[in-house]
């Protein structure tokens, strides 16, 4: 199946710095991912969705300058969240739509536990 | 009214019996449906997709579609202590966007 790797897995940071978190289809080319925030004991929330070569897509109510995204590649899609605060601290996580062969399945990363001081 | 609403448990049952975890969506023209088990810290894990009315099992699980109330389900049979987790529901909107309920905190008492 298709594998999705996403890094780092946990970051403690200071309020005011910038983290960035990488997400990686390891065996499949992924025109498309997407970028969920989940809160303790909330569902995951769409942030935005990130297509290679052109600029992503966000939700509304999430701001665009303050998470970055960036699909430079078919394997790589990044998340700069800028100018962290300790209100943004929470479980990141990335997905990629795998090959047609695997439907319409959506495979995970593992999930990065931000959290800012 | 949310998108995707599920209850948010906690439910518990006892070893062996069958878990019943349920979901409602307020789109009708939704088409695509999935349940995902979630350990705490770690990210959704797929279980079962579905997308006819009716009945669709796979293992010790079983999902319901009922397009016509708007209601999909899980049903988990002989239910293990491993199969202690936040079960969500998610629903696609559109071509490619999942909405997720805000999941059922499952605890399987041995």
């Known amino acids: 199946g298709a594998v999705v790797s996403q890094h780092p897995s946990r970051v403690i940071c200071k309020s005011g710095t910038s983290v960035k978190i990488e997400c990686r289809s390891l065996?499949?080319?992924?025109?498309?991912m997407f970028w969920y925030r989940q809160f303790p004991k909330k569902s995951l929330m769409l942030m935005a969705t990130?297509?290679?070569?052109?600029?992503?897509?966000?939700e509304q109510g999430v701001e665009k300058d303050k998470f970055l995204i960036n699909h430079a590649s078919l394997t790589l899609s990044t998340l700069t969240v800028t100018s962290a605060h300790p209100e943004d601290s929470s479980f990141y996580i990335c997905?990629?739509?795998?090959?047609?062969?695997?439907?319409?399945?959506?495979?995970f990363g593992s999930g990065t536990q931000l959290s800012v001081l | 009214q949310k998108e995707v609403e599920q209850n948010s448990g906690p439910l518990s049952v006892p070893e062996g019996a069958i878990a019943s975890l349920n979901c409602t969506y307020s789109?009708?023209?939704?088409?695509?449906f999935f349940w995902y088990r979630q350990y705490s810290g770690k990210s959704p894990e797929l279980i079962m997709s579905?997308?006819?009315?009716g009945d669709k099992e796979d293992g010790r699980f079983t999902a319901q579609l009922n397009k016509a109330s708007q209601y999909v389900s899980l049903l988990i049979r002989d239910s293990q202590p491993s199969d202690s987790a936040t079960y969500l529901c998610?629903?696609?909107?559109?071509?490619?966007?999942?909405?997720f309920g805000q999941g059922t905190r499952l605890t399987i008492n041995p």
């Open positions: 997905s990629a739509r795998g090959h047609p062969a695997f439907g319409e399945k959506l495979f």
């Open positions: 065996d499949f080319q992924a025109t498309t």
């Open positions: 990130s297509n290679e070569g052109s600029k992503a897509t966000y």
């Open positions: 789109d009708r023209g939704s088409q695509s």
């Open positions: 579905i997308y006819s009315n």
């Open positions: 998610a629903v696609m909107k559109g071509a490619q966007k999942l909405v």
